[in-house]
């Protein structure tokens, strides 16, 4: 019984790991908190879509991030969130989970449906979305049984390798929970790491 319970917090420890995980080009910058004081938290909207789950920024273009809604889709700003613009030409699920700009083309994002976090209402998705001109439009990349999406890691240095951590069904046992690796871009699935029930 013991093993049981404790496979979901392994699994929730790799995909952790797997999002904390920095990119190669990124470096840790001490900032004086002098700098920090006169901050502020303010909402950058945009003020639809429902709440967000996920946002993921491009390095070398420090105003463009998108961010992905539970309800709405997703959603790109050029401007650091003074505008936002719906980016979901191709995109068949509402109900966005996770976000991933591959580190050496910015236009190549993967966006992972379904809700990831259990609430009192949640919706399930129908796979993983890619796009290659930067969320202009997206096309099914696979992993329609999955369900929900919380987790997606690109290659550092190539944009057609992926790994997505998917919850499966939430409330019951399903087959496609467990963490997939594609190397052609969504074209076909390796299931890397998961738990067999039987």
Avoid at 20 to 48: C, K, N, V, Y
Avoid at 51 to 69: I, R, S
Avoid at 171 to 187: A, C, I, L, M, Y
């Amino acid at each position: 019984m013991h093993e049981r319970r404790s496979r979901p917090l392994v699994l929730a420890g790799v995909l952790a790991l797997l999002a904390m995980t920095p990119p190669a080009h990124a470096s840790a910058q001490a900032i004086p908190d002098a700098r920090l004081a006169g901050l502020e938290w303010r909402l950058l909207g945009p003020f639809r879509a429902g709440w967000g789950t996920m946002a993921a920024g491009v390095p070398d273009l420090p105003d463009t991030f998108y961010f992905g809604a539970a309800g709405g889709g997703v959603w790109k700003t050029r401007d650091a969130g003074a505008s936002w613009q719906p980016m979901s030409n191709g995109l068949d699920d509402a109900a966005i989970g996770a976000i991933a700009i591959a580190p050496t083309d910015p236009d190549v994002i993967y966006a992972g449906s379904g809700q990831p976090e259990p609430r009192y209402d949640i919706a399930a998705g129908n796979g993983l979305y890619r796009s290659t001109d930067g969320g202009a439009h997206w096309q099914h990349a696979g992993l329609a049984a999955t369900r929900h999406i919380g987790a997606i890691l690109v290659d550092a240095k190539d944009p057609d390798t992926v790994l997505v951590g998917a919850l499966g069904h939430i409330f019951g046992p399903n087959p496609e929970r467990g963490v997939f690796r594609s190397t052609d871009g969504g074209k076909s699935w390796t299931k890397t790491l998961y738990i067999d029930d039987n």
